[in-house]
């Protein structure tokens, strides 16, 4: 059985409490990732159906509507989080190949406001709680 911890935090203004979810625990006390189903409706309306956690999640919403906030400059990679574009440039640097990626040549990407709206609403619209094996 799970055990969760919810925690209450005020919004901007003070005074409204939400609950949130801060820690998910499993039977062994051990913190557990969650995983989110990708239910974009792909070409012929079927839902995209992709699995994975909330980072992987925004990724993939961004393959789907051709929104990210930054460019690798070196290789044309985009990313919308910042922690992947970094991950990006640890395995360039890893890698054998002779074309490295620098962070120096990251470019920021600017989308227009309607765009990036449309965006946030598909990013919580099509998004489903689920499980590792789904």
Same mark, same amino acid.
């Given at each position: 059985m799970e055990k $969760?911890?919810?925690e209450e935090? $005020? /919004? @901007?203004?003070? /005074?409204?409490?939400?609950p949130i979810l801060n820690n998910i625990f499993s039977s062994n006390g051990h913190a557990?990732? !969650?995983?989110?189903?990708?239910? $974009?409706?792909?070409? =012929? =309306?079927?839902?995209?159906? @992709?699995? =994975?956690?909330?980072?992987e999640y925004t990724e993939q919403i961004a393959a789907h509507t051709s929104l990210y906030r930054i460019k690798c400059g070196s290789?044309?990679?985009r990313?919308?989080?910042e922690a992947m574009f970094f991950d990006h440039i640890d395995r360039s640097e890893k890698?054998?190949?002779s074309e490295k990626c620098l962070v120096e040549?990251? !470019?920021n990407i600017n989308n227009d406001r309607d765009s990036v709206l449309l965006a946030y609403r598909n990013r919580n619209m099509h998004l489903l709680l689920a499980r590792r094996e789904d």
């Open positions: $969760y911890k919810w935090f $005020y /919004d @901007h203004g003070g /005074d409204t409490k939400y557990e990732k !969650q995983f989110f189903k990708c239910t $974009y409706p792909c070409v =012929g =309306g079927s839902p995209c159906g @992709h699995v =994975g956690t909330v980072g290789c044309g990679a990313f919308v989080e890698s054998r190949t040549k990251r !470019q």
